[in-house]
């Protein structure tokens, strides 16, 4: 294991006197190609241990709702077939209402000579990952899985993706990182299988449907017919891109259409439950477009930076590649260093808090509370149906996600309150809320990772401003305005 993705997070020592090692599967919810799940198995080999494997779903965490538990919990049935398969101890714990997890993490770790997770820098992991660490007797590893290059590389955030791009470039040509997409065998992990015993409220219920019944959620936001959680989705959804769209991903992706025809992998949820690394899909893409002959000597040595011909002679590749690791990993960067509890407006760049004191009080024509902006009831037919597709889907267009957030800029009382608008509308209804990626995304809204545009316009001042009628303008909307008539129940002929 690179000793640059491993963080220790706690002082006290590994206990050689206890029966296993512990790894407390939270953000990427699969054993191959895995590099927590890896460097537990490592550690259990070497200390001649038992490996454990833990995965938790708690019922309490922010804008919980059964489309959520419903999708993680069909990733952690797979896992248990997974684990079956290798032979290893796998602990699944769900908790409901009967069955409260208060203190059972912990009791866990009482035998455990070492506990290794993963280092997601976002949501509630980081502040679960420190509060354990204080309160066990055994040490704490967390290892950051998160993109091709260890975050801990880089000295600082990046403004822009443009200058993360050049980093990002330069560090994989100074040198190359070793990868991880071991896919595991049952003969790979003889060496760390026990018999240690469960605690009694450890295992998967009978039925996805009926433990639903018995979690009070907070946020009413039923399944997606069709829409399913786990690693086979995610490797499906991984084929059918390369096969069918990767291609066409830079004239077609930008255009809002149908799922089946937007030139878009469909895979942010599944990288966001860490179903399928960052890692996998980035060789998969070149092996691709490259007939199976790609290898490091053949990205282009000549400019790094440039996003057309950097990875691979495929420009459509580049540009996916870019959004997948340069787009990706500006967001995860953002959170890296500090790992905020909070996001607010307060992480905006000087220039764009300057731009909204000047404009604080500008005059908004159109005004519109959660409650019409939720109900999708705002005057603007494509704002409508982006936050259509949303609340039916679990998804959006990212054309149409970044027209949504700046829209809600436009029509709120003040910037603090589209903020929180944004960010409560994105985690309640998106597969892939609750992200580095969603965060920053929203504040890309508000000027993060952008420059000052002109002329400078009202409420957004120099801040990128965008609009619906030029994106009727720049894009047929014909195809994608009938797929969400379709999704509302509603006839085409409200979308002319």
Request: with cysteine.
């Amino acid at each position: 294991m690179n000793s640059e993705r491993v963080r220790v997070c706690n002082e006290k020592p590994i206990d050689a006197n206890k029966p296993y090692v512990l790894y407390w599967m939270q953000a990427y919810r699969r054993f191959d190609a895995n590099h927590a799940f890896s460097h537990a198995v490592q550690l259990a080999k070497e200390l001649k241990k038992e490996l454990i494997v833990y995965e938790g779903l708690r019922m309490d965490y922010p804008w919980n709702s059964e489309r959520i538990h419903q999708f993680i919990l069909e990733g952690m049935f797979e896992n248990q077939t997974r684990a079956d398969e290798l032979g290893i101890q796998y602990w699944p714990f769900v908790e409901t209402s009967e069955n409260s997890g208060k203190g059972l993490l912990k009791d866990i770790c009482k035998d455990a000579a070492v506990v290794v997770t993963d280092d997601f820098p976002c949501f509630i992991i980081p502040k679960q990952t420190s509060q354990l660490a204080k309160k066990i007797q055994c040490q704490l590893l967390s290892i950051d899985g998160n993109s091709i290059i260890p975050l801990s590389r880089f000295p600082k955030q990046a403004s822009a993706a443009r200058i993360l791009r050049l980093w990002i470039h330069k560090e994989i040509q100074k040198d190359f990182p070793n990868p991880n997409v071991t896919i595991w065998k049952k003969e790979d992990l003889m060496g760390v299988k026990g018999n240690s015993k469960t605690n009694p409220k450890i295992g998967l219920p009978k039925s996805i449907s009926e433990v639903i019944k018995r979690i009070p959620f907070q946020n009413q936001v039923s399944p997606v017919k069709n829409v399913k959680g786990g690693r086979k989705e995610a490797l499906r959804f991984l084929d059918e891109f390369l096969k069918q769209k990767l291609n066409l991903y830079l004239t077609k992706r930008s255009e809002p259409n149908r799922p089946e025809l937007t030139a878009t992998s469909g895979l942010s949820p599944y990288l966001h439950f860490g179903w399928i690394g960052l890692e996998e899909i980035f060789y998969a893409v070149l092996k691709h477009s490259t007939k199976g002959k790609w290898n490091p000597e053949r990205m282009s040595h000549e400019k790094p930076g440039d996003r057309e011909n950097f990875y691979s002679p495929s420009v459509a590749c580049n540009h996916f590649l870019d959004e997948l690791i340069t787009w990706r990993d500006i967001g995860y960067l953002f959170f890296w260093k500090d790992k905020p509890e909070n996001i607010n407006l307060n992480h905006l760049p000087d220039w764009v808090k300057a731009n909204f004191v000047k404009h604080n009080n500008d005059h908004k024509e159109y005004l519109y509370t959660l409650e019409q902006f939720e109900s999708a009831k705002t005057h603007d037919e494509i704002w409508n149906a982006a936050q259509t597709e949303l609340v039916h889907t679990g998804r959006m267009h990212n054309y149409m996600r970044m027209l949504w957030g700046k829209k809600v800029i436009e029509w709120s009382k003040s910037y603090e309150e589209a903020f929180q608008i944004l960010e409560h509308l994105n985690n309640k209804y998106a597969y892939d809320g609750r992200n580095p990626n969603s965060y920053t995304g929203i504040l890309w809204c508000f000027g993060l990772f952008d420059r000052p545009w002109f002329p400078e316009r009202n409420v957004f001042g120099n801040v990128r401003f965008m609009s619906s009628e030029s994106t009727k303008k720049k894009f047929k909307l014909n195809s994608y305005l009938e797929y969400i008539g379709e999704l509302s129940g509603k006839s085409n002929s409200l979308f002319p």
